[in-house]
Structure formats: C-alpha cells, structure tokens
C-alpha cells in the first residue's frame, strides 16, 4: 500500500492535532506542490496543502474518490481507521453514475427552502440550551462545548435523521471515535463493529416503526429498489451523513466563539450590525476549518504537478482542505481573525462535485446559536487562555476537546 518507493521519504502526518496540525500544513506547503506522508498503520499518500493545486485536483478527471476501483493493493477492511473514509460505499465513495444516484437519494434534504424550514426548529433547541445554560453556576467555568455547541447540531441530524433517544449517545460516540486519528488498530477495529451496529440498530427501528424522517425514507427506496440503493449503500449513507451533519458545525460554533472573544473588538462590531454575523462565519471556517485532512483519493493517471513531482497511477491522494484558507499564497496575513477581510474564500466545506450537502444547514445552525449566545450571555469570557485549550488528536478534526469559559464574570 506504500506508493512510489524511489521517493524521498514519507513525512509522518502529525496527529496532534490544533497549532501542530496547522504548523506542519505550513511546512508541507513550503516543501512542494504535494509531499509524500504516511499515516497510521504505514499508509502513504500525497499531501496536497496549496490552495491552487487542492482546487485543481478536487475538480480534476483523472482524480478519483472510489478505492475500489482506482486504489491497486487495497483491500477493504485491511485498515482499520480508514473503514469509515474508504471502505464504505456512499456518495462520499463514489465517481460518475453512482456518485449522483446516491447524492440524489438525500439532496432533497438540504434543498435551500428545505433547510430554511429547518430555522424554527434549531431556534428551539439553542433557546432550550440557553435556557439550561441560566441554570447553572454562571459564575463558574463551564464547558461550553458540552453544553452548548455540541448538542445543537447532534440533536438537528439526529432529529433529520429519526434516530431514537435512547441510541443517540451511543451513535454519537462511536461517531466521535471516528475522527481519532491516534488509534491502535484494535481501538479502530471496535469503533468501526461499533459504527455499524449502531446504524443498523437505527435502520432496524425504522423498519418497525417508520416516520417522516430520512432514515425511513432511505429504507423504504431500499425495500422498494434495492438495486438503487444497497443496504451496504444505506449503511454507509447514515454514516456518511450523520457523521458529517454534526461534527463540522460543532467546531464552526466553537471556532467563532473563541476568536470573538479573543478579538472583543470585533465582537463589538457584529453585535452593533448582525448583518455580519455572516462575516464572523465565513472568517472562522477560513482561519479554522473543521476538518484538515480528509482521506482519500487516488489517481487513475499519472498526474504532473510540476517542480518534479508527479503523482503516479494507483496513488493515494489526502487534501488539507484546511490548509486553503490558511495559505499565504491565496490570503494576506492568514492567520489573523479579522472580519473586515473582503476575501474570505475557503475549502471548508470541499469543492467542486462533491461539496458538502449540508453547507448550509451547518452555517445556519452558527447563524442561529451564536448571536442568540452572545445575546443571552453579553459578559461571557474565556476561562482560560487560547494556547491552553486542548485540542482533539487528529489530523482530519481541528475541533478543540472542550471550550471552558465563564457566562457572566463577577464585575
């Protein structure tokens, strides 16, 4: 699975995660239009960290997402991290014909009037939040992340999605699990049984007791068509899709918070105009991008990026979608928070066929919570220091493990 042995050397892709993960995305770039790395379990790829050769691969036609047919030497399964980024068979998998029949299945979800419609119903689970969040000390630090940024969008596709209270918190964890990319093969390997029973438990339920939700709606063209949609194809578009529905907009949530209150100046400015609670999201997704790396993708032909590298046929290929917004060579001063920037272009969110579905949903989701925080809580600080939050361990997450602050500081 190794690619290219006359190579110089993989780099060892840093699991780190927060400024380490940002600080060697810089050092990739520096090296070259793509730098061999390895991963665990002695998987190697080309790391793509500039912002132009990322765009020209994510839209280029010898460029694959389909391991089954255009990664030579991988067998599904042999790599146990890689299960939930490789192996299963999705939208998120898939080239040409497959690629937009499973789209298809769950694009009528985020339509643009669809997930507007969604507005009332996240404006009542922040309010709940809210509510919960008075009730507490609020003069004591509290974990913002925990009660706040995470559950508003794990309860939004969970409730998009049916699934039961009683098999969220187990769904969600496993979900969680995923993003560790500091794992044993043993952890990875029960994350992943772990995974899949708990979407097979969802799909289960629905079959008993169906409703208006998209799992039953998955299920039912299953049941009708199963040559439309496989029941491996169901399973991976419930991972696919709940997975990818909640953990970018937990740390979008988290993100926007910690840089506003860092820059209070700034945070002066949105809440005098909310117009441009727009500006502090699209900054945040550029400065901080949910997701760094996301494996993977292979080369069908040999693909020449000048400066002498070539990537070969059968070559995996891991993009830092993070590392676009963060790129001197696209950004002055990237790594300054600063709303007023006129161009806040970035890949957060992917780029070119398959962009995220639910860009949208997840941008709404901060467009809600946040100012409805910053409302109910105006003297809200940090409780400690931004270089002290720890950060998750992963090269694919950027997300912090927890958001400590204080809701209202003694005067």
Request: charge should be negative.
């Amino acid at each position: 699975m190794t690619t290219n042995p006359n190579a110089a050397p993989a780099v060892t892709l840093d699991s780190s995660g927060g400024r380490h993960l940002y600080a060697q995305a810089d050092t990739l770039r520096a090296a070259g239009p793509a730098v061999r790395v390895r991963m665990p379990h002695n998987v190697t790829a080309w790391a793509v960290t500039r912002g132009d050769i990322a765009k020209q691969l994510l839209t280029h036609p010898d460029v694959s997402k389909d391991a089954r047919t255009s990664w030579p030497g991988h067998t599904p399964g042999a790599v146990p991290w890689l299960y939930p980024w490789t192996d299963v068979v999705s939208m998120f998998t898939s080239d040409g014909d497959d690629h937009h029949r499973l789209r298809r299945l769950v694009d009528r979800a985020f339509t643009p009037s669809r997930v507007e419609a969604m507005r009332p119903a996240i404006q009542a689970i922040v309010t709940n939040l809210l509510d919960d969040l008075q009730t507490q000390d609020l003069t004591a630090p509290l974990d913002l992340r925990a009660h706040f940024s995470y559950p508003i969008p794990t309860r939004v596709i969970c409730d998009l999605f049916g699934v039961p209270a009683g098999q969220r918190p187990q769904m969600l964890r496993v979900i969680d699990a995923v993003l560790t990319t500091d794992v044993t093969a043993a952890e990875a390997e029960t994350t992943n049984h772990a995974l899949a029973a708990a979407m097979q438990a969802l799909v289960d339920t629905k079959r008993t007791k169906p409703g208006e939700d998209m799992t039953s709606l998955l299920l039912a063209t299953h049941e009708e068509d199963g040559d439309r949609l496989s029941h491996t194809e169901l399973i991976s578009t419930l991972i696919a899709m709940i997975g990818a529905g909640s953990e970018t907009a937990v740390a979008l949530i988290n993100a926007s918070v910690r840089e506003l209150l860092a820059h209070p100046d700034q945070l002066a400015a949105v809440l005098a105009d909310p117009t441009r609670w727009f500006d502090v999201i699209e900054e945040a997704l550029r400065l901080h991008p949910p997701l760094m790396f996301l494996p993977l993708r292979y080369a069908r032909a040999d693909i020449d990026l000048s400066d002498g590298v070539t990537i070969r046929e059968g070559e995996a290929i891991i993009i830092a979608f993070g590392a676009h917004g963060r790129d001197p060579g696209v950004h002055q001063n990237p790594e300054a928070f600063r709303i007023d920037r006129q161009d806040k272009q970035h890949l957060s969110f992917g780029y070119g066929i398959h962009y995220c579905l639910g860009a949208r949903l997840a941008k709404l989701e901060a467009e809600v919570a946040l100012p409805a925080l910053f409302q109910r809580f105006p003297r809200i600080t940090l409780a400690c220091d931004t270089e002290q939050l720890q950060p998750q361990r992963s090269f694919i997450s950027t997300d912090v493990t927890e958001l400590p602050v204080v809701l209202q500081p003694a005067r």
